[in-house]
């Protein structure tokens, strides 16, 4: 039995592998143990998300076509998807950290093919499901997988707050110079690519990012990035506002609600009194008809467009039929023909995502989904406990953005599409970031 060197500390001798050890400057030894600030996910797989994620919101290839030849969003995506897979089988690792949000999403994913051989038209629902969900599933799932430190979780919220302030200003600039979207009620064009053309998912898509932004605000001590972050924000909640969105402005007020309530406890409750001084100075700028169509809200017949009572008469019948027909359920995406059934063609989805699970696939899709929604906000809940500050704040901010797509959810026919993955891939990412800064294995 050999004698301990006593210049080696006790703990770095009797350290687990994944803890975080510290070694002397004399120490010989050739391996080095993993760090909790080290990445464990590839570096090509990151830095291919975060460009997938740019050209997912800003769509180039609309304004340079040629770049559309090329398929860049899927040559992006591919090559996240391939680096991660072959990085994690070098290492004979899982491809996914295992968890219970990876289970649940899976288990979506199962009970939608599952389901197809009954669906109101399988091939429709085949095509949904290759053309759309399974890429919001693999999104979520190199989200959660491949942001697994404190500086790509902040990566990440900066880069996503950059992309929302060139949505905004293409927002903004299209009300100024009256360029509008081909609706009943003149509202204005969002930004041209397929998550923000509608001014309705502008609102939405600003929406979620809107409290990570607030988090970068409330972490920020440099007079200069506090100035871009606070200007930031407000091109944000100006975008929104510009959009005339009901549910828009509805996500926009539980996010002001939910960081008003905790900040007013905290010694930046300044911030609360100047964000409703703000609010109170803004009103004389608001347009003359916004008001008008927000009050709507409390009247159906008082929509002019009838688009409220459209989306009221939709409402009901796809509770009827999610009622009777609990388990099944009309196959994935077909609430579409559900409600062409009931209340005429006008092949228009349930504007309400949690319907749209109970419609398509019955009573036991919209539990797992249920679940997911919880799972997630669970975990992003506990990073919010990080004795990291900035783990803490970003995790906050994450956990507002889960609960305002849980509000904007009542509103948006969503189910299926990017919007809420991302945000739960984001708090699956927050938790490992958070149980690695303290120690504990991801």
């Known amino acids: 039995m050999t004698i301990q060197d006593a ?10 592998w994944w803890r975080p050890v510290r070694q002397t400057e004399a120490s010989n030894d050739p391996i080095r143990p993993v760090v909790s600030g080290d990445a ?5 797989a ?15 290839q609309n304004l340079f ?10 040559l992006a995506g591919v090559i996240a998807i391939v680096a991660h897979v072959r990085d994690r089988w070098a290492l004979g690792l899982p491809l996914a950290r295992p968890g219970r949000e990876m289970t649940l999403a899976g288990l979506i994913l199962l009970w939608s093919v599952l389901g197809m051989p009954f ?7 085949l095509a949904l499901l290759l053309d759309l969900f399974i890429k919001s599933l693999a999104f979520f799932w190199l989200i959660a997988n491949l942001i697994d430190t404190l500086p790509r979780l902040r990566t990440m919220t900066k880069v ?21 979207a081909p609706t009943r009620d003149i509202r204005i064009l969002g930004y041209n ?3 923000t053309r509608n001014p309705n998912d502008l609102a939405l898509m600003i929406n979620l990012i809107l409290p990570m932004s607030v988090a970068l605000l409330l972490l920020s001590s440099r007079p200069l990035a506090r100035l871009l ?3 930031a924000i407000l091109i944000q909640a100006c975008a929104i506002v510009l959009t005339f969105s009901r549910a828009g402005f509805l996500t926009l007020a539980t996010t002001g609600f939910v960081f008003g309530l905790r900040l007013v406890r905290r010694p930046s409750r300044g911030l609360v009194f100047a964000g409703l001084c703000g609010a109170l100075l803004a009103l004389p700028f608001l347009p003359a008809s916004y008001t008008d169509r927000i009050l709507t809200m409390g009247s159906l017949d008082a929509d002019p467009t009838g688009s409220a009572q459209a989306r009221w008469t939709g409402t009901v019948a796809a509770m009827e039929h999610a009622l009777e027909n609990p388990f099944l359920g009309a196959g994935l995406g077909m609430n579409i023909l559900v409600l062409n059934d009931s209340v005429g063609a006008t092949w228009r989805r349930v504007h309400n995502v949690y319907l749209e699970y109970a419609v398509d696939l019955g009573m036991p899709g919209l539990i797992l989904f249920l679940m997911l929604l919880f799972s997630s906000w669970r975990s992003v809940r506990r990073a919010t406990k990080s004795l990291n500050p900035e783990v803490a704040q970003l995790a906050e901010g994450i956990e507002i953005s889960l609960l305002a797509f849980s509000v904007a959810a009542f509103f948006h026919p969503a189910a299926y599409e990017f919007y809420f993955y991302f945000i739960a891939g984001l708090a699956v990412a927050a938790k490992v970031v958070s149980q690695r800064n303290a120690g504990v294995p991801a």
């Open 160 to 180: 996503l707050t950059a992309l929302t302030v060139t949505l905004g200003l293409v927002g903004i600039w299209n009300y100024l110079s009256g360029v509008f």
């Open 46 to 60: 990151y830095r291919a998300l975060i460009t997938f994620t740019c050209f997912l919101l800003l769509a180039p």
């Open 40 to 44: 464990d996910a590839s570096s090509l």
């Open 7 to 16: 210049s080696k500390p006790a703990f770095a001798v009797a350290a687990d």
């Open 229 to 231: 972050l606070a200007g």
């Open 193 to 195: 690519a397929g998550l």
């Open 119 to 125: 669906s109101q038209w399988p091939g429709g629902s």
């Open 65 to 74: 076509p040629v770049l559309g030849t090329l398929r860049i969003v899927l």
